[in-house]
Nanobody, 125 residues
Framework: QVQPVESGGGLVQAGGSLRLSCAAS????????VGWFRQAPGKEREFVAC????????SYADSVKGRFTISRDNTKNTVYLQMNSLKPEDTAVYYC??????????????????WGQGTQVTVSS
């Protein structure tokens, strides 16, 4: 079993940047694809970005394309989400999740096996 743990959330002004981290214990973390999702109050949890096991395949939601970058360091068992040019509408709880579909784009949350507890990101206008 893999237990992801998110960190790096906080309060930032519009136009600012944050970097989220998703770390997990266990050697098998590097065997999984990893995704970031977010959920704003009163809304469904939505896909943000994902990265394959090797890091060679990434995908982004249209709403964050060009502003967010997902990357991973398998030597540190960590996946990152660099968020630039943040907007108030990016405010949400951000979740990291892992999937056994390791070398393809996975945007449906039903295809993820393990989830973290989430980290709050608040963007003020």
């Amino acid at each position: 079993q893999v237990q992801p743990v998110e960190s790096g959330g906080g309060l930032v002004q519009a136009g600012g940047s944050l970097r989220l981290s998703c770390a997990a214990s266990g050697r098998t973390f590097r065997s999984y694809g990893v995704g970031w999702f977010r959920q704003a109050p009163g809304k469904e949890r939505e896909f943000v970005a994902c990265i394959s096991r090797s890091g060679g395949i990434t995908s982004y939601a249209d709403s964050v394309k060009g502003r967010f970058t997902i990357s991973r360091d398998n030597t540190k068992n960590t996946v990152y989400l660099q968020m630039n040019s943040l907007k108030p509408e990016d405010t949400a709880v951000y979740y990291c999740a892992v999937t056994h579909f390791a070398e393809t784009v996975v945007a449906r949350r039903q295809e993820y096996d393990y989830w973290g507890q989430g980290t709050q990101v608040t963007v003020s206008s």
